[in-house]
Every structure is written in C-alpha cells, then in structure tokens.
C-alpha cells in the first residue's frame, strides 16, 4: 500500500525558518519530490532527493533519510510569497515514472 | 521557458455529458499524465502514457475516462458520461526521456471541471 504523510497546516513568520516533514511508506522508493501550489494554480517543482542526504538550492533545502522513510523541506528567510501548500511525492520503482502525492502541508506566512 | 498548456481553464457540464479536456504537453517530452485534484484533496494519479499507448492507470481510470493523442502535440482526457463525484481540477503533466531520473513532472495550470 501506499502512505504519505504530511502535516495538514504550518504557521510561520516572514523571515523565520520552517521545516516541512514528510513520512511515507510505499511499495517501491526511486525518488522523493516536493512542489509548491499556490490555490488553484499547478504544482512547481522545487526540489529532488533521492540518495539518503541535504539537497540546498538557494532559500530551499531537502533532507531524505531513506532508511527512516522520511524527508523534509526546509524553507529560510521566509517571505510572504511562500504561502502556499507544499506536496511530497514519491516516484515508485515500478511503473511509467509515475509520482504519488501526499496530502500536503497547507503553509500561512505571517507578517 | 516551455510549458504544459491546458484549455478550457474552467469547464462547467450537466451529469450525464461528455467532456473533453485538452493539453498540450512540453514538445520534446515523451512521458504523459493526467492527475486530478478534488477541492482541498490530495493530488490523484489518473493515468500514464508512453509511446501512443497507455502505460498505467490507477482505479479511478475506470471504463467512462480515455486518454487519445490524436496527434503530435494534443493530449486529451475524455470523461465519457460525467457524475457529481468528477467535479475536480484536472491536471495534465510531461516529462522528458533521457535526461536522467531527477527530471520532474511538468504541470499545466489545470482545468477546472464542474459537474452539475
């Protein structure tokens, strides 16, 4: 079977930092993927991991500890554009590359 | 930057009505999806295709949706008979063949499917 789970909502304040955790158990591991969605608009892609370890890009950061089955987004300096939910997913070994999505974590930046 | 354009971005039917929903994925891409998203639900997986056939498709593809690439640029989801329950953004998503496992799925900004 498949679970991913996520926190359903995350409070912060502009220019602090947050931590996004995601747990999942799935029935193959070839990558874990986080997307940012603004309501009502398309999932964007941020970030990849996909051996155990931090991945940085700018603001963004994602660990993946693949023996735990965990992950996590970390956002810096936060500004009040990154309001938005964030989804974990990840892409089983079996099938066309498909990605499985989490509930995702609803984020509000606070002035 | 290339994108994944869909049309209509908002579609309103009668239960009972065929929609068909259009997009036009990334033009060097290879790997196509449909995903739906019910209001203030997780994204669905809905369906793959590679090379001109389907190459996976979860429970909620059952025999009333078809996905057709009709030509080289236009990926359709046909919903054959719509129910209330099919209300949802419907994403459409590509991905490119041979740039390695870390290339993500590219969305489309959606089409927002309400059944009445």
């Known amino acids: 079977g498949q679970n991913i789970d996520q926190p359903t909502e995350m409070t912060a304040t502009e220019g602090a930092i947050v931590q996004i955790n995601c747990t999942y158990q799935?029935?193959?591991?070839?990558?874990l993927f986080w997307y940012q969605q603004h309501a009502g608009e398309a999932p964007t892609f941020l970030s990849y991991?996909?051996?155990?370890g931090l991945e940085e890009k700018g603001r963004f950061s994602s660990f993946l500890s693949r023996s735990k089955g965990y992950s996590y987004l970390l956002l810096k300096e936060l500004q009040m554009k990154d309001s938005a939910s964030y989804l974990c997913?990840?892409?089983?070994?079996?099938?066309?590359?498909?990605?499985?999505f989490g509930t995702g974590t609803r984020l509000l930046v606070s002035p | 930057e290339p994108e994944v354009t869909q049309t209509p971005s908002h579609q309103v039917t009668q239960m009972g009505q065929e929609v068909i929903l259009r997009c036009v994925p990334i033009?060097?891409?290879?790997?196509f999806y449909w995903y739906r998203q019910i209001l203030g639900q997780k994204v669905e997986f809905l369906v793959s295709?590679?090379?001109?056939?389907?190459?996976?498709k979860s429970e909620i593809f059952d025999d009333q949706f078809s996905v057709e690439r009709p030509d080289g640029s236009n990926f359709t989801l046909k919903i054959r008979s719509t129910k209330l329950e099919d209300s949802a953004m419907y994403f459409c998503?590509?991905?490119?063949?041979?740039?390695?496992?870390?290339?993500?799925?590219?969305f489309g900004n959606g089409t927002r499917l309400t059944v009445t």
């Open positions: 033009s060097n891409h290879l790997y």
């Open positions: 295709f590679y090379n001109n056939e389907i190459s996976e």
């Open positions: 799935t029935s193959g591991f070839n990558g």
């Open positions: 998503a590509s991905k490119p063949s041979g740039t390695g496992d870390n290339s993500p799925l590219h």
């Open positions: 991991n996909v051996l155990d």
């Open positions: 997913a990840v892409r089983e070994d079996t099938g066309f590359q498909k990605l499985v």
